[in-house]
């Protein structure tokens, strides 16, 4: 079974620290939700999970599978078996989708996979994602809307098919219905034993894909630990518990943390 381990992991953007020492292991077949304020590293960690050249990584270590992550190129650690879900998809022009994912599938192959078999592949994917086909012969995320962006990180997440997923607000920019559909599908990939840590601002998703274990982020740390009664208490009371019963001052400060949770549940606009 795969492990993804971070041990005392300290990084900084622009030389400004921001996580302080990140302590989380998960494991292949989990799903865990990653909760706290905006500001407080979520997103950071994941970019230094995956080895964005802007986050630099000052002390600590991080090991998947028992191999040193830090030590590899971004596109090593995908072999590997990682994979994330960016929260806003850089449109790509010139680069059409279905070649993107072809390459990026024949990467992790030893084998290339033939023409017949990946467009059969793409058809099924792009089915269960409820997705017109035609969106495979544009260039990547280019005039895609939100709701398209997003459903297209997850139709990479299919073909892909690494061992752990890191989602950072897969959800935003989804009506009901297509949160529906994603959730569907994550559901589907839990049951191959896919492992997911995923950042969410909505309770509605974690509702759906019902997380394993839920921790919590603050001030650039792991402070807590726990079960998914942990992500429903935050989205009804906030974060002041955290204070209040752990004792830990929210460097970033929001105006009143009791008013401060998960996030309202997604509300159909019409619009993805």
Request: glycine letters at 10%; a negative charge.
């Given at each position: 079974m795969?492990?993804?381990k971070?041990?005392?992991?300290?990084a900084?953007?622009?030389?400004?620290?921001i996580?302080?020492?990140?302590?989380?292991?998960?494991?292949?077949?989990?799903?865990?939700?990653?909760l706290g304020?905006?500001?407080?590293?979520?997103?950071?960690l994941?970019?230094?999970?995956?080895?964005?050249?802007?986050?630099?990584?000052?002390?600590?270590t991080?090991?998947?599978?028992?191999?040193?992550?830090?030590?590899?190129?971004t596109?090593?650690?995908?072999?590997?078996?990682?994979?994330?879900?960016m929260?806003?998809?850089?449109?790509?022009?010139g680069?059409?989708?279905?070649?993107?994912l072809?390459?990026?599938?024949?990467?992790?192959?030893?084998k290339?996979?033939?023409?017949?078999?990946f467009y059969?592949?793409?058809?099924?994917?792009t089915?269960?994602?409820?997705?017109?086909?035609?969106?495979?012969?544009?260039?990547?995320?280019?005039?895609?809307?939100?709701?398209?962006?997003?459903?297209?990180?997850?139709?990479?997440?299919?073909?892909l098919?690494p061992?752990?997923?890191?989602?950072?607000?897969?959800?935003?920019?989804?009506?009901?219905?297509?949160?529906?559909?994603?959730a569907?599908?994550?559901?589907?990939?839990?049951?191959?034993?896919?492992?997911?840590?995923?950042?969410?601002?909505?309770a509605?998703?974690?509702?759906?894909?019902?997380?394993?274990?839920?921790v919590?982020m603050i001030?650039?740390?792991?402070v807590?630990?726990?079960?998914?009664?942990?992500f429903?208490?935050?989205?009804?009371?906030?974060?002041?518990?955290?204070?209040?019963?752990?004792?830990i001052?929210?460097?970033?400060d929001?105006?009143?943390?009791?008013?401060?949770s998960?996030?309202?549940c997604?509300?159909k606009?019409?619009?993805?």
């Open positions: 795969s492990v993804l971070i041990s005392n992991l300290h900084e953007v622009d030389g400004k620290e996580l302080k020492g990140v302590n989380l292991t998960i494991s292949e077949g989990e799903t865990v939700a990653l304020p905006n500001g407080h590293g979520k997103s950071t994941f970019n230094v999970i995956m080895g964005h050249p802007r986050f630099v990584v000052t002390s600590g991080i090991y998947f599978d028992d191999i040193d992550v830090l030590a590899l190129p596109n090593e650690r995908a072999k590997l078996g990682l994979f994330l879900g929260q806003a998809p850089s449109e790509v022009p680069v059409i989708n279905s070649d993107f072809k390459s990026a599938l024949n990467a992790r192959r030893e290339p996979i033939s023409t017949y078999n059969k592949l793409l058809d099924q994917a089915k269960e994602l409820k997705m017109p086909f035609d969106l495979a012969t544009r260039a990547l995320n280019e005039g895609f809307s939100g709701g398209e962006k997003k459903r297209n990180e997850i139709l990479q997440l299919k073909v098919e061992k752990l997923a890191l989602l950072d607000e897969i959800d935003s920019g989804l009506d009901v219905d297509a949160m529906q559909v994603v569907e599908v994550i559901r589907k990939e839990q049951e191959k034993g896919r492992g997911f840590l995923i950042i969410s601002h909505y509605r998703l974690y509702d759906l894909v019902k997380p394993t274990r839920a919590v001030n650039g740390r792991i807590l630990d726990g079960g998914p009664e942990i429903k208490r935050i989205d009804q009371t906030g974060y002041e518990f955290i204070k209040t019963e752990l004792g001052e929210i460097a970033k929001e105006p009143n943390m009791n008013t401060v998960i996030g309202s997604a509300v606009t019409g619009v993805e």
